[in-house]
């Protein structure tokens, strides 16, 4: 028997292999998600905790599981009122965002300083992001704090409008303490995904209030024993972010100008601003490879990795097309169709509550 | 739209949904394999098998087969002298292509018209590919089998020349009978892969007599049941042919010019002529996103669905680096390698018998 | 470089390594389904089809399928009255299955002779199992081929009831004629599950008329393509039937005595008669591990492959508890439930229309 | 119920359920390992760390992975001399162990009070097993630390002695030092496997010194990121140990005993003493199913979790047998193996260095 274990090299490609010595795989998964015209998309997560609060896990770890989910940004928000763990802990609040730095420079992972100020209902959990000092954000005030964070900068999000805990019916709402802090240009953005669960008011209340749209995972355990178990998943929830350029204040810039959509699972939510460019430049519809007396037949290709699930198609074409993630489909249609557009609807891009983008399919000219 | 979450769509996702009915999941994967300059790349498979000679499947899925995997071309291939089934069939050595073509014109498949002469060693078993008609091949004189191939237009392949039950020791050899269809320009290419084999030797026999490099999968049964079962592989066997074009007639151009690469697991062979633009067009190197006095950190992406292992990288530099599928490394080098390349290996591109590709990776300027 | 490919002993795993020279993988997979007091538990599907009528795949793939995915028995049941193929084929309607029966003696695989009388609705499709002779069947008058399969001692099955295509609203109904069948003697089973589908009204339809529920995948492709792909299905639709032994006669025997559950994914379906006792022979609950004043702490195992969702769960215990397959769940209740039983719903295993099986779980004493 | 498949039940069943919050997957995976004559057999994991020492998880983490995982046993080993968090933490050596014994007692997982002694080669790494208080073994003095563990009755075991980083060539070796101890009666154990790596020559170390056999994760990040994305391995390296009952008390005795086989991957190694029952106990051979004048036709099928590839046939019987973990084979055999055995070498349960169990098949009678 050999010495060494004789493992495929499709094993070795698992393992981490160069000198940095990275304590989870060592490259990073590209994400497929296009640009829009004028903005780069960058992947990013704005909630997320440690051992310095209640979750369990080293800070460092948060930027390897970015770094190999193919993130651009994250967000390390532990909790400033929640922290079962402190008595075996030393530092203060800003502790677990300065032991990610170094690995966040490493990995080229835009890391953002944030916190969870974290309330009963109203207001419930507010994470502030960007800011400059967590320890200015204990106040028992909770005007006070998030003054303090408007102050530093901050970007403030409202999180988990409808989780259960906080919200019995599950239904999200704006509370006077919240229309408030939207009168005084405080609250910035509001989760529509949060760990496992949506809330699918929150597209209009952004809308309404323009604030920006927001997704996130909220993990405490490892990323891999939260999400990857289940295997139909690609991602955590995440926030896109169309930036002018990558980094953190391109990344703060796009979230005050509610430049965002969220990405979790096969499901798309955004304002049809944004989504509508993402979809088109996610999608190539090939010339007619055949055509006979009635019918053309053409292919319509997926080149992100995100599938789409076209929908309600007209007639005379097929009524659904379903486009997996890096895949095509052929389409059989009605021969009119080589010059007049194929109306569909995107079921998996919601752009309001009950509502869903409108596309248009055109197949080029030989 | 449920409050909960609509996992069903994942599960839609996965079944044919197109007015096309067809009988296998209805899209067709992306392999992102890129061109390399002055031609595209085209996935193939030229060897196959139908239940018209000992496969086990109808004609019609090989066509959807090839779909679903993301090919550009295949040849149907059933033997003729070995038709254990014929008992229970109807028709001639011509029937099994006949009744894929109508499925490969409506789902963009080039299909290939071919034939597997099939007889004991030497010369083992010989496939004729790009044939008008199969008939015209079952003289028992197989000189006169490969003559008429030839008139017809032929691409004459030598399969699987290591295979143990033709070849006891494994290795493969040119015979006399052989080098005489070689000699006459008879002879064109020779498998490297088939099946879940590989013959090291063939691509210094390619680069001897000029012939082409080629890889299939040799199915007899569903490639499901034989290929995807084993989770680690992407792909079946394939030849990768570069080509002036998508069509049957370029194919054949480049096939009879020797422009094809081989890929089956995470293994590429190949000449280097052709094998290194490939690896260079699925490689993107980054700027340095950091430095200090002593280093530069930067990125490598692979671009393509190959993955790549660099090995005996240079001194200062990482020795070994795994780039997987889709995917981005890490890299932190001594500062001079912002100005001169870093060299490599390529362990899993072959390019000769116990030769790998050298590769120079080179860090952008700011 | 080594010639033979370094692969993983895990890879040969994978591979047919008999003599026999399976074409499939050469494994029979382990189905975890516990007997019932007085019968063994046979895992059967009775409704496949080959290149014979519209199937795409050669018999004796059915077999090797059928031997891997951990099967008892089957029926191929190829359509009398369509046959696409036709005109390539030689044999008559008996042909698929003496094909398919020197594999099946080989594999230990228990081989039904069967057909499928292929009519518009009512009465739609009608399996004959059992028969002897699949030509006697194809008078055009329905009746007379149903009355020359009972002749031959046949087991008649309704098959799809609520399939689109022939019940537009997708609800399974008993017409006249079947009602006619039914009097005669001559309706013995009715499908619940077939391919993707399922109809919950079927499960009160048996009960009513004394039937046996059926589940099948009439599969026309191979089996990986159709299920395999979806990696969260355990198994394609079976019929789990209740027998005295392994054998083609005691599987007839128990089907006309209406002893069957089904299965598909996750869910099972059946009169309580057989899925209460299926249901405790999978469970094995644990004595207390652990207590203090006010709560027990035990485990609950599940030796089957089927996963449980227990819910409804009493005062004072978890209201759901979710038990996969092998595996086990630790459970901690009120100090009482050491001397009371717990009452639990079982939300996946279905005794009728809306309804689910009640389950009770005992801890056992010390 | 919805008529359409509720497809949503298998993705609740990936999720903690219960009422104890599990911050994991709330169930425990089983793991089919026989027991033996006399004994049961515990699956164990020695070697584990936490934030407490350079992991990078919460300690309450590796109890909730040992649940999920299978398995009945852990100890957390974090090092003595090297805690590189050390300024962000309180607590002393002992703290990690406290931390977790709540989650342990509630998860009916043994936890076994452990430190790691962490020293430069002679004598490397070594682990104390079963301490009362590890604060006692911090002399810089190794010896006296060993003196220190062996009065609180600890199990002295000899970590990884191949590891690259403290033995340049790979090959475990026993130091003077290494011999004092033994001589001593103060080391019990050596690693066999351990984290990704294994090392042949240690199974020949623990037989002529008696010692017992190990095999532990050394896990530093969560496990699911150090051994779950490769989907091929069924579990982390994991110590069986054959004891008299599930306790902590007992599996220390059958440690001091000796009584204990490795697995990790595929792989087995330990005495034949102790793995040939392991193997017997797996394995099931039915009747003849099938016979001819020459030859009978029989099924072995596997009942554990452990793969088994039997080499070096018998004349007359398939020469290879790969029977998978949960899976059965069938057997075609010369008619005289109805009364004779068949002799095999079982590949994958290791003995002794470059040796291999023995075994025989016998397929009973009618």
């Not at 640009?35 to 998309?41: A, E, K, L, R, S």
Request: hydrophobic content about 40%; some cysteine; overall charge negative.
């Amino acid at each position: 028997m050999d010495r060494a274990m004789k493992l495929k090299i499709t094993y070795l490609l698992l393992l981490a292999v160069s000198f940095l010595s990275l304590p989870l795989a060592g490259q990073k998964k590209t994400l497929n998600i296009p640009d829009i015209p004028g903005y780069i998309t960058l992947k990013c997560d704005f909630h997320i905790h440690t051992v310095f609060s209640d979750g369990r896990v080293w800070p460092t770890i948060r930027v390897y599981e970015a770094y190999r989910d193919g993130l651009d940004a994250i967000a390390i928000t532990d909790h400033i009122e929640y922290q079962p763990h402190k008595d075996y802990l030393q530092g203060d609040l800003n502790t677990s965002w300065e032991i990610a730095k170094k690995a966040a420079s490493d990995m080229n992972i835009l890391l953002i300083h944030g916190a969870e100020i974290t309330r009963k209902m109203p207001p419930g959990h507010i994470n502030a992001l960007f800011i400059q000092d967590a320890e200015e954000l204990k106040d028992p005030d909770f005007m006070k704090d998030i003054e303090a964070a408007v102050k530093q900068g901050a970007f403030i999000q409202y999180n988990h409008p409808g989780w259960k805990s906080q919200e019995p019916d599950g239904i999200p709402k704006l509370y006077p303490l919240h229309k408030e802090l939207i009168a005084k240009g405080w609250l910035h953005g509001i989760e529509y995904f949060n760990h496992f669960e949506y809330y699918p008011e929150v597209l209009d209340m952004c809308m309404e209030y323009n604030l920006a749209v927001m997704g996130n995972c909220d993990a405490h355990d490892a990323i891999s024993d939260t999400y990857n178990g289940m295997a139909i998943i690609k991602s955590r929830p995440v926030t896109l972010v169309f930036a002018k350029e990558r980094s953190i204040e391109s990344i703060r810039e796009a979230l005050f100008a509610g430049r965002t959509a969220v990405w979790y699972e096969d499901q798309i939510a955004g304002f049809s601003e944004y989504t509508a460019p993402l979809f088109y430049n996610s999608i190539e519809t090939g010339k007619p490879f055949k055509s006979d007396e009635k019918n053309i037949w053409f292919e319509i290709t997926n080149k992100s990795d995100i599938p789409f699930q076209l929908i309600n198609g007209p007639d005379g074409a097929p009524k659904q097309l379903t486009i997996p993630a890096a895949a095509s489909v052929v389409v059989k249609a009605q021969k009119r169709y080589a010059d007049e557009p194929l109306g569909y609807e995107v079921k998996n891009i919601i752009t309001g509550n009950g509502k869903i983008l409108k596309a248009e399919i055109r197949v080029p000219k030989e």
